[in-house]
């Protein structure tokens, strides 16, 4: 046996031996039947489907659609007006950055959610705006927009000024360059986190439950702890995990797979 | 300019004067008068840090002189009312680094300027970039990324993405000073048979032989200033100014 052999198998058996210590510790103290019980049980599990995808699944996926797409707009928006040459412009994009990352997520959609009825008039806004989609979904594109708007900056930072040059030297306009040679390289770089904004989003969701939501508005976290409460028992929270587990992990691998594919073709 | 055409005008193609440009406390060029005529083959050479490309980079605004003049066709493109744009439409620039759009194949990075900047339809851009790839020697690379092609293939590439904006002009940046030695010759290949065919060329280069063999003037500029210029017979053999038989003698006349 060589030395790097006889050190890896040390690892492994040092492994093994915590695995089993803490195996035997959780055997001896966790109440494994009143957990089966409470939160395992197949025929509630299993009740809880399909409505759960119908609804509350559906509304988790359209919750994060309308927040992602304002976010990536608003997140865009204010990433190139902080590159903007007018004062003005970059101002106003660092105010709004600097302000809805620091506030918590969840103040931010109590604000809007209860603060633009009340300044508009409820019966002014478009009944778009009335429901949780409307006014949830823009309280969270503000949140993630503000995180985007530093992603997407960075991106546009990391393409090389010589691809600037390059563009300008053929005639093409400032709007061009950033359209047509610009972004598309920045997305590339920024695939990644941006993906990783996506998820957080997503779980973000669950957060628009304090705005109140009528039947038929109910995302995943809500429809668990709804349906937890009125049969007394927790299993509709383990389907709604499974859910969320059936929703991100398949993404996570999506997006691995186009950037691998986007990959080689490139640098 | 009055209304005649560019072919039978007798202005220079490039006219600078007293050009002045400074980076910060250095001044990297103190008063330059140069021109290229139409059809012409200018080179010019000099050490690092003399000012040539910040020159070249001069005559398409990709910067901006603090003073002086800068004629393209007899109008002076420092005016703030220049469309910049319309301007470097007809100037090709060629620089050291390629700066092929790495997002496209070849193919798409010799359209996109024809089919952005000059509308072309995608057809028509398509077969122009097919003709200039081919006449570059690459047509059998045109769906490539830049990343698969070789540093010279790469360069070549983009000669063909100037060119297809059909310049009066082509600048080329020290096009060859980032290649490996071996791919050197491929590069110089096209550019010589550009300047054969009558283009009218701005080349900043470090390559002797091809200021020897292929200049119509030689432009030897130091510390920002134009020390000496003329045909590369005079420049290169028979150097008048003590700063440019150093230069020659240093860099081995290679």
Redesign the interface.
């Known amino acids: 046996m060589t030395r790097n052999q006889r050190s890896t198998l040390t690892q492994w058996g040092v492994f093994a031996l915590g695995l089993v210590i803490l195996g035997v510790t959780l055997a001896l103290t966790v109440r494994w039947g009143a957990l089966a019980d409470r939160f395992f049980k197949w025929d509630d599990f299993s009740g809880q489907f399909p409505q759960i995808i119908f609804e509350a699944a559906r509304n988790t996926l359209i919750y994060t659609v309308i927040g992602f797409s304002g976010g990536l707009i608003f997140g865009l928006v204010a990433a190139l007006m902080r590159q903007s040459s007018v004062p003005p412009a970059r101002i106003l994009a660092t105010l709004y950055i600097e302000i809805f990352r620091a506030l918590p997520a969840l103040l931010t959609i109590l604000i809007v959610g209860f603060g633009i009825p009340i300044a508009f008039g409820a019966e002014n806004l478009p009944s778009f705006f009335r429901s949780l989609y409307g006014a949830g979904g823009f309280a969270l594109a503000l949140v993630s927009g503000a995180y985007l708007a530093e992603t997407i900056r960075a991106g546009v930072e990391a393409v090389?000024r010589?691809?600037v040059?390059?563009?300008?030297?053929?005639?093409?306009?400032t709007t061009?360059t950033t359209r047509?040679?610009v972004l598309?390289?920045a997305f590339?770089v920024i695939l990644p986190p941006l993906t990783n904004e996506l998820v957080l989003l997503l779980k973000d969701t669950s957060l628009l439950a304090v705005l109140g939501v009528a039947i038929g508005e109910r995302e995943l976290t809500t429809w668990g702890r709804t349906f937890s409460n009125s049969i007394g028992n927790y299993t509709p929270l383990t389907a709604a995990a499974v859910c969320y587990l059936a929703i991100t992990v398949p993404l996570s691998q999506l997006v691995k797979y186009v950037e691998k594919r986007t990959k080689a073709?490139?640098? | 300019m009055t209304d005649g055409q560019a072919e039978t005008s007798t202005a220079p193609t490039v006219e600078i004067r007293n050009l002045h440009k400074r980076f910060g406390a250095h001044e990297v060029l103190r008063g330059i008068d140069f021109h290229v005529n139409d059809r012409e083959v200018v080179v010019v050479i000099g050490p690092s840090g003399s000012g040539k490309s910040t020159l070249l980079r001069c005559v398409?605004l990709?910067e901006t002189p603090d003073q002086g003049q800068v004629m393209i066709d007899g109008t002076d493109i420092c005016q703030a009312d220049t469309d910049v744009?319309?301007v470097?439409?007809k100037?090709?620039?060629v620089?050291q680094?390629f700066?092929?759009?790495?997002?496209l194949t070849a193919v798409d990075n010799v359209t996109?300027?024809p089919r952005?900047?000059l509308k072309c339809s995608k057809i028509e851009a398509e077969q122009t970039a097919q003709a200039l790839l081919d006449r570059v020697g690459l047509a059998e690379h045109a769906n490539k990324?830049?990343?698969?092609l070789s540093g010279g293939q790469q360069q070549r590439v983009?000669i063909a993405?100037?060119l297809a904006?059909n310049p009066e002009i082509m600048l080329f940046d020290e096009a060859t000073s980032a290649l490996d030695p071996e791919l050197v010759g491929e590069v110089l290949g096209v550019m010589r048979s550009l300047a054969d065919e009558g283009m009218t060329m701005m080349v900043v280069t470090h390559e002797m032989s091809f200021a020897r063999n292929v200049a119509d003037r030689v432009v030897f500029m130091a510390d920002g200033v134009v020390v000496e210029e003329g045909t590369p017979e005079m420049v290169l053999e028979n150097p008048q100014h003590a700063r440019t038989q150093q230069f020659l003698q240093q860099v081995g006349d290679r």
């Open positions: 090389p010589g691809q040059e390059a563009a300008r030297s053929l005639g093409m306009t061009q047509s040679i598309p390289q590339r073709g490139q640098r | 398409n990709l744009n319309e470097r439409r100037i090709g620039m620089f680094q700066n092929l759009f790495a997002h996109i300027g952005k900047v990324f830049p990343a698969q983009a993405r100037a904006m």
